[in-house]
């Protein structure tokens, strides 16, 4: 197993998310993995789901998220 960088690739430069960066990137977004097509992505489990909900609800509530993060958050806080 290897930790993906957040540009998509792998410390030896390959990405099961295509080839090009703008392949990469749009296919970052969906999740679709052309190169790797039996590779698993892996999230946080409902206990680390609960812990990063805790710390995200205590962000918000200072004020200190911004852009996609505070996005999500206000998403959040409207339908719950």
């Known amino acids: 197993m290897a930790v ?6 792998l410390p030896n430069g390959w990405s099961p998310y ?3 960066d703008e392949e990469i990137r749009r296919n970052m977004k969906t999740g679709y993995m052309p190169n790797a097509l039996d590779a698993i992505r892996i999230g946080p489990s409902k206990k680390e789901q609960k ?20 996005r999500v958050y206000e998403e959040k806080k409207k339908e719950g």
């Open 4 to 9: 993906m960088g957040p540009d998509g690739r």
């Open 18 to 20: 295509g080839d090009t």
């Open 51 to 70: 812990k990063v909900d805790r710390l995200q609800d205590f962000l918000g509530g200072i004020g200190a998220l911004d852009g996609e993060a505070k």
